[in-house]
């Protein structure tokens, strides 16, 4: 699974159990607070990788293009704090060159997952996302 679609699930379980929104604001607040080499930066981001090489990308240690590379990771640290009346938007919001360069060639078309994300997508998000793939 691509970085970007591992964040809309996430985006999509959220909205339905408000206990992962609250996760995840909490996660992203540290992770903005401490920094992209903190232990919560790590904490945060752990959940949108499927393989070493995109949690490579996601703590900043891999060639991403240095022109976009602090703000893709700034929007994924950052949209998630959202809170109240904010929407809720884990980077989805980011222009979509950005998007496109998160999941760039630089890492390979394998987004098999390599069993490296110890926060797996709840069940019925994963067949959800499935299904969407199946209807393509």
Request: aromatic content about 6%.
């Amino acid at each position: 699974m691509k970085i970007i679609e591992k964040i809309a699930a996430w985006k999509q379980a959220a909205e339905v159990d408000n206990s992962i929104y609250t996760e995840l604001q909490k996660e992203s607040v540290e992770a903005v607070i401490g920094g992209i080499k903190s232990a919560g930066w790590e904490k945060c981001i752990r959940r949108f990788h499927s393989n070493e090489k995109q949690l490579q990308r996601l703590l900043g240690n891999d060639n991403l293009d240095p022109r976009y590379k602090n703000t893709i990771l700034a929007y994924i640290g950052s949209d998630g704090t959202c809170g109240g009346g904010t929407k809720l938007r884990l980077s989805l919001g980011m222009p979509d060159i950005y998007k496109a360069a998160l999941d760039s060639p630089s890492i390979p078309e394998d987004t098999r997952d390599d069993g490296s994300n110890p926060m797996p997508l709840p069940s019925e998000i994963d067949v959800f996302i499935k299904n969407q793939r199946d209807k393509a």
